[in-house]
Each structure stands twice: as C-alpha cells, then as structure tokens.
T-cell receptor
Framework: AQSVTQPDIHITVSEGASLELRCNYS??????LFWYVQSPGQGLQLLLK??????LVQGIKGFEAEFKRSQSSFNLRKPSVHWSDAAEYFC????????????FGTGTQLKVEL | DGGITQSPKYLFRKEGQNVTLSCEQN?????MYWYRQDPGQGLRLIYY???????QKGDIAEGYSVSREKKESFPLTVTSAQKNPTAFYLC????????????FGPGTRLLVL
C-alpha cells in the first residue's frame, strides 16, 4: 500500500537559518509528489509538485524540493527561513487508486524563532 | 476570482443531529474531494467525486454522505451515525480525473455541543 512518512512532527529553526523537511514515500510506480503548507485554521496551499523531468523542483515562497528515487524521498528545503514560514507542512503522493486520490503524510509543524 | 469556498467557517452539532457542510468551486473543475483533518493524523479522504452525479467512498466514509448534483457544488452531510465528528473538514477540487493538483478551500471546523 502507498504511504507517506514525515518523520519530524515538530521542527524549530531560527529565522535566517536553512530548513529541510523530510518526506519518504512508499509507492509501486513513479509517484507524483506534492508539498502543501497550512497556516493555522486555514486550507492547504500548494508549494510545489513533481510529476516528471528535473528532479529538483522550485516552488513558491523560495522553497525547493528534490526527488530522489533511490532513497524514496522528496525533501523540502529553503535556504533562509522567514518568520512567516511558521506553519504546518504536508507531503503527499499520488495517485493512490482511482480518482486522482492522494495520500498525505501526518505533517511537520514548523516553528521559527526570532 | 476563481476559487473554492466553504461554509460555514464554524459549525456546531447537537447529539443526534445531521449537519451539512457546503463546498462550492468556480474553477470549472470536474473532481471534488472531502477530507477530514485531526491533529497528528494528516488528511484522510472521506468521499470524492470525479463527475456530476457520481461519487465514491474514501477511506473513512462511515457516518458521512455526499451529493454531486451540480459541477460546482459538493456538499457533505455529517450524520448522527458519525460518533466522533469533531474535526476540521477540508474540501478540494482538481481539474480532472488524472493526477492533477488539488486546490483546497479554507475549511470548516465542526464542533459537538
């Protein structure tokens, strides 16, 4: 069965420091991979996605992620974190069954210290 | 502006009561989804619809029902059979039935009185 693991439930970084959020997936074929961000009490906003091609993908807000097939990973990175990046981040993989279903990880809560 | 709207933002349910959460989109998307979010559990799929007048159960459909009479609308009813309805409910839509980016609404928080 397909699954997504985000091993870090909480991460705290200082403003201006670099950030890496981990995402590992289990999937039987070439996956489609997504990173979403959620501010408290809000919906999810797409940061970036990987469908095919270049394994390093750029997203909004200065985020990037690298697809590593050999490690079944799709880690999210940002070189310099801003206080406004504090939020919860979700990795997702699809399709998981018909209907374009996605399987989400349990999320990583990012706290930014000023 | 195109987007997805959910209403109400907060909803209170009494014991034994059915409540309906609204989801509307003007993106001309064919596919729509309902997710439930609980702390520490990520998002779990309740129901999804790929086309008008058709929908399928997701991973946690028990205690919920949906309809898809119009392309723009995908309301979710939380029935009295759902014994633990307190959660944050998110609606999403996608362009088609192939893998496409899902776009999310702002969510509805359901609380039990």
């Amino acid at each position: 069965a397909q699954s997504v693991t985000q091993p870090d439930i909480h991460i705290t970084v200082s403003e201006g420091a670099s950030l890496e959020l981990r995402c590992n997936y289990s999937y039987g074929a070439t996956p489609y991979l997504f990173w979403y961000v959620q501010s408290p009490g809000q919906g999810l906003q797409l940061l970036l996605k990987y469908f095919s091609g270049d394994t390093l993908v750029q997203g909004i807000k200065g985020f990037e992620a690298e697809f590593k097939r050999s490690q079944s990973s799709f880690n999210l990175r940002k070189p310099s974190v801003h206080w406004s990046d504090a939020a919860e981040y979700f990795c997702a993989v699809g399709p998981t069954g018909g209907g374009n279903k996605l399987t989400f990880g349990t999320g990583t809560q990012l706290k930014v210290e000023l | 502006d195109g987007g997805i709207t959910q209403s109400p933002k907060y909803l209170f349910r009494k014991e034994g009561q059915n409540v309906t959460l609204s989801c509307e989109q003007n993106l001309n998307h064919d596919a729509m989804y309902w997710y439930r979010q609980d702390p520490g559990q990520g998002l779990r799929l309740i129901y999804y619809s790929q086309i008008v007048n058709d929908f399928q159960k997701g991973d946690i459909a028990e205690g919920y029902s949906v309809s898809r009479e119009k392309k723009e609308s995908f309301p979710l009813t939380v029935t009295s059979a759902q014994k633990n309805p307190t959660a944050f409910y998110l609606c999403a839509s996608a362009k088609g039935a192939r893998v496409e980016t899902q776009y999310f609404g702002p969510g509805t928080r359901l609380l039990v009185l």
